[in-house]
């Protein structure tokens, strides 16, 4: 299957900075790129959802200015937590599917620690 | 409102032994449903099935799909402690007029394999 990178694995911040989380498809051009947070014992939520050179779609509850993702190219998507909060602590992960959108290839996720 | 119910939440089995995990589902706009395997980072692809009563076959595991009654069935035989991890089931659907899809995500089934 299809390759996909995160960067980082893991991330530990203090209250208050901004943390960036890249998402990377290695071998194929991702035109969509998905967002997912995940607590411990709960299935995959979905955060948003970006196309390649537009602007992300977010799910109900998920703040825009609190989640900025870019997707700059078809192959890396950006998610900034900015001004973390300890709520914020979680794990991330992100997902590409190539243009018929059939199967989403998941990275290896973020586990972010806000202090 | 769209839903995915797996079940059952939690399995425990001897080594040898069979499994046979639920997914049932109510999705306006179904495309396609997935299964992936989860263990300590993110989820792993296994099956894609979209067309009813063709069945999937990866090794021990095998998967088929019932879309006029609105389930899917994940089974593995000889299970191994390798198998031990969250089997998460997904439903692909289209969620605008852009051809876009996205998951909507199952609970996860649980399955420990003890020696």
């Known amino acids: 299957g299809a390759v996909v990178s995160q960067h980082p694995s893991r991330v530990i911040c203090k209250s208050g900075t901004s943390v960036k989380i890249e998402c990377r498809s290695l071998d194929f051009q991702a035109t969509t790129m998905f967002w997912y947070r995940q607590f411990p014992k709960q299935s995959l939520m979905l955060m948003a959802t970006?196309?390649?050179?537009?602007?992300?779609?977010?799910e109900q509850g998920v703040e825009k200015d609190k989640f900025l993702i870019n997707h700059a190219s078809l192959t890396l998507s950006t998610l900034t937590v900015t001004s973390a909060h300890p709520e914020d602590s979680s794990f991330y992960i992100c997902s590409a599917a190539g243009l018929t959108q059939e199967t989403q290839y998941f990275g290896p996720g973020t586990r972010l620690l806000v202090l | 409102e769209d839903k995915v119910v797996q079940s059952p939440l939690s399995l425990v089995v001897h080594e040898g032994d069979t499994v046979t995990l639920n997914c049932s589902y109510e999705?306006?706009?179904?495309?396609?449903l997935l299964w992936y395997k989860q263990e300590k980072k993110a989820p792993t692809f296994l099956f894609m099935l979209t067309s009813s009563g063709i069945e999937k076959k990866s090794g021990r595991l095998s998967s088929i799909l019932d879309k006029k009654e609105l389930f899917s069935i994940l089974n593995i035989t000889a299970t191994q402690t390798g198998d031990s991890a969250i089997y998460l089931c997904?439903?692909?659907?289209?969620?605008?007029?852009?051809?876009?899809?996205?998951?909507?995500w199952g609970l996860g089934t649980s399955l420990a394999v003890n020696p």
């Open positions: 999705v306006t706009n179904f495309r396609s």
């Open positions: 970006s196309n390649e050179g537009s602007k992300a779609t977010y």
């Open positions: 997904a439903v692909a659907a289209f969620f605008n007029a852009g051809n876009n899809r996205k998951l909507i």
